[in-house]
């Protein structure tokens, strides 16, 4: 079977998928231990909210984020070389025109989130297919931290809550499914991004 088959059945047929065994253990290893070392060395910013004019807004959007450039460490290549071959995939089976990538690190302290939205900035569809990696070791649930994804036509119900495990991969259509990081109660690392139909520069 296709690596990619199961994620791409439940993503065209609910709009999200959540797979356990898609990344190694050992690639969310090396981007953890990255990314700890990228925020000791005062590498991140505070995550904004807006396109163009973008702002900070810590009570709406907590996390501190850095983006990964391609080719940047030896850590982050075989994700981007999975994701490469799962956009082919997407594009062979739906025609979805799938152009690019981004992706960036994302930590949460202890006690932040980010509210409900969407990921798709207003009058604009180039982000297709939001992508999220965990990369935290021994997370239970009582840490927090959840996922939370809404139904799309009924926004203010609660349709899935998914745990920030390590290694766990969540994918969601972008601009279809509004969702919400809920509080956390230790510091939570994950890795974002989204499937694009165009060629970002800078990040939008």
Same mark, same amino acid.
């Given at each position: ?42 590498? +991140?910013?505070?995550?904004?909210? @807006?396109? %163009? ?7 709406? !959007? $907590? ?41 960036? +690190?994302?930590?949460?302290?202890? @006690?932040? %989130? ?7 900035? !207003? $009058? ?81």
């Amino acid at each position: 079977m296709d690596p990619y088959d199961e994620l791409i059945r439940l993503l065209n047929q609910q709009g999200w998928a959540v797979s356990d065994s898609a990344i190694s253990p050992d690639w969310q290893a090396g981007l953890l231990a990255r990314g700890q070392e990228l925020w000791a060395g005062g590498r +991140f910013r505070a995550g904004q909210v @807006g396109r %163009g004019v973008k702002v900070n807004l810590p009570e709406v !959007r $907590g996390d501190w984020i850095h983006w990964i450039e391609t080719g940047s460490s030896e850590e982050a290549h075989p994700f981007f070389t999975w994701m490469t071959q799962f956009r082919q995939a997407l594009n062979e089976r739906f025609g979805m025109g799938l152009r690019s990538q981004e992706f960036h +690190f994302a930590r949460y302290a202890e @006690g932040k %989130g980010y509210q409900k939205h969407i990921d798709q900035h !207003r $009058g604009t569809d180039y982000r297709k297919v939001s992508i999220v990696l965990y990369l935290n070791p021994d997370w239970d649930a009582a840490d927090g931290g959840e996922l939370c994804l809404y139904q799309p036509y009924h926004p203010d119900e609660e349709m899935q809550r998914i745990l920030p495990l390590g290694a766990r991969l969540a994918v969601f259509v972008s601009g279809m499914i509004p969702h919400a990081v809920l509080p956390c109660r230790r510091p939570r690392w994950s890795i974002a991004g989204w499937l694009r139909t165009d060629v970002p520069n800078p990040h939008a």
